[in-house]
């Protein structure tokens, strides 16, 4: 079955997150049509993975502490990803010596988030 394969200016999304979100990739040695190609270990916070607005997550220690102060009441704040390796990759494909990302590739968040690629950014078929 092919796969389809995932560039930087993906658009993601959390689900603790209240905003869409983009993947960027950093260093492009490969890429796929015209922006660079990404890979399961393009998963840095902040430099590949941007925030989502605001986390609503309450495994969140900054939402936890504020929901408090606020009697309960949950309260955002704003969101700081810390993620793990997306999974799973195409292993059949390799980027910069890892397994390409797949449209099919979801990410983990510490907050209890889950990321997925909403609108991937000229995906290529892979066979």
């Not at 590949?48 to 009441?73: D, R």
């Amino acid at each position: 079955m092919a796969g389809k394969h995932v560039n930087s200016g993906s658009t993601l999304k959390c689900t603790q997150g209240l905003a869409p979100s983009v993947l960027m990739v950093v260093v492009p040695t490969v890429a796929a049509s015209t922006m660079p190609a990404a890979n399961i270990m393009d998963c840095v916070p902040v430099t590949n993975i941007l925030p989502f607005g605001m986390c609503k997550s309450q495994a969140n220690p900054m939402v936890a502490a504020a929901t408090a102060a606020a009697m309960g009441t949950l309260t955002p704040m704003p969101c700081v990803p810390v993620t793990a390796p997306w999974s799973p990759g195409m292993a059949t494909h390799l980027v910069r010596g890892q397994p390409s990302l797949d449209v099919a590739s979801k990410c983990k968040c510490a907050w209890n988030g889950e990321i997925t690629i909403i609108t991937p950014q000229a995906i290529v078929d892979h066979e």
